[in-house]
């Protein structure tokens, strides 16, 4: 393992758990909820992750947490908008949003590394 590799919070379960997957499993429980409740857990688990994201690339210097990272923190406006009202995404607006920042994380994710390489 790299010294890169070692300091990849991907590279730990737990580390990557309580970076990621705790934040995703809070949306994807948040999804029956009311618009208010909703909104602050989702705004809440997109602002830590993309600052984990931020805190890996600088950490680890891997690829696609540069990316991703200002990415997750961008869609807190879209949430927050749809959320207070001010833009709404009709009926199915959060279906959307977990659909863009699923499908966006996983494209900026993919393609970056595929282009770009792991680490740099």
Known sequence: MSGRSKRDLLGSTLDAALAWWLPIGAMVLAIPLPDGPKMGIWLLALAWMG???LFNARRCGRVHC???GPFLLAMTLPVLGHGTGLVPLG???WRWLGIATG???MAIWGLS???MGRYR
């Open 103 to 105: 499908g966006g994380t």
């Open 66 to 68: 540069r990316y991703t």
């Open 113 to 115: 590394e595929r282009l």
């Open 91 to 93: 009926e199915d607006g």
């Open 51 to 53: 600052s984990a994201c």
